[in-house]
């Protein structure tokens, strides 16, 4: 698979950003997390040549396959999705952000993991659609995760996360997205600047709505190969 019109797709994706930034009435900035799950390590590197600096993946595996493919590519790796206990042995240290600490036993284990003077960043994730498919802790439980993670020695707690519902109904996109902007600000607490919310076929809206990192694949990379 060839990404040659990447380029192009990533500028209409920053073209949207600040169009739907300007209707929410913000002007922080949004990264872009371009999400290579389903593709080879040539995605990599057509990212960076595109401009990108941070890709996603979802599986570790697969990520740290990729990482060892193209060491010399300068992205960082965000891991975006759920996080297995057995595999936190084999993400600290190797990706800037994870995205999707949801309970407290895998806090407890990151937090044993993480060698003396090394931070890991985090983002808490929250099931703002009340879908019982959906990862993530419930609204009502964030408080007592946030408790335990910011009280977790080596880590550092950046922000939320969320995915909204499989819907192409904006007003339903929005209530989730909205609430966990709610959720940030009502914790009161100036670390958490990040929101990482809004995919492909929903980033407009969570822009809209105060997302600080949008995880893009389909509308970058094309359909996964796999």
Same mark, same amino acid.
Request: one cysteine or more; charged letters at 20%.
């Given at each position: 698979?060839?990404?040659?019109?990447?380029?192009?797709?990533?500028?209409?994706?920053?073209?949207?950003?600040?169009?739907?930034?300007?209707?929410?009435?913000?002007?922080?900035?949004?990264?872009?997390?371009?999400?290579?799950? $389903?593709?080879? @390590? !040539? &995605?990599?590197? *057509?990212?960076?040549? #595109?401009?990108?600096?941070?890709? %996603?993946?979802?599986?570790?595996?697969?990520?740290?396959?990729?990482?060892?493919?193209?060491?010399?590519?300068?992205?960082?790796?965000?891991?975006?999705?759920?996080?297995?206990?057995?595999?936190?042995?084999?993400?600290?240290?190797?990706?800037?952000?994870?995205?999707?600490?949801?309970?407290?036993?895998?806090?407890?284990?990151?937090?044993?993991?993480?060698?003396?003077?090394?931070?890991?960043?985090?983002?808490?994730?929250?099931?703002?659609?009340?879908?019982?498919?959906?990862? $993530?802790?419930? @609204? !009502? &439980?964030?408080? *007592?995760?946030?408790? #335990?993670?910011?009280?977790?020695? %080596?880590?550092?707690?950046?922000?939320?996360?969320?995915?909204?519902?499989?819907?192409?109904?904006?007003?339903?996109?929005?209530?989730?997205?909205?609430?966990?902007?709610?959720?940030?600000?009502?914790?009161?607490?100036?670390?958490?600047?990040?929101?990482?919310?809004?995919?492909?076929?929903?980033?407009?809206?969570?822009?809209?709505?105060?997302?600080?990192?949008?995880?893009?694949?389909?509308?970058?990379?094309?359909?996964?190969?796999?």
């Amino acid at each position: 698979m060839t990404y040659s019109d990447l380029a192009g797709r990533l500028a209409g994706v920053r073209d949207a950003i600040a169009h739907h930034q300007a209707v929410g009435g913000w002007s922080h900035p949004v990264t872009v997390v371009g999400v290579v799950k $389903g593709h080879g @390590p !040539e &995605a990599v590197r *057509a990212a960076a040549a #595109a401009g990108l600096s941070v890709v %996603g993946e979802n599986r570790v595996q697969e990520a740290l396959g990729k990482m060892d493919a193209v060491p010399d590519v300068p992205v960082a790796w965000h891991l975006i999705g759920t996080l297995q206990r057995n595999k936190v042995k084999h993400v600290i240290g190797r990706f800037a952000l994870l995205h999707a600490v949801d309970r407290p036993e895998l806090v407890t284990e990151l937090s044993r993991r993480v060698p003396a003077g090394v931070v890991q960043p985090v983002l808490l994730e929250v099931n703002c659609s009340g879908e019982a498919q959906k990862a $993530g802790v419930t @609204p !009502e &439980a964030l408080p *007592a995760l946030l408790d #335990a993670a910011r009280g977790a020695p %080596g880590l550092a707690v950046r922000g939320l996360m969320t995915m909204a519902p499989f819907t192409d109904d904006e007003r339903v996109q929005r209530a989730a997205f909205g609430r966990l902007r709610a959720l940030r600000d009502a914790a009161g607490d100036p670390a958490l600047q990040e929101l990482s919310m809004g995919m492909s076929a929903d980033y407009r809206v969570a822009v809209e709505e105060g997302a600080t990192m949008v995880r893009l694949g389909t509308v970058l990379f094309g359909e996964r190969s796999q």
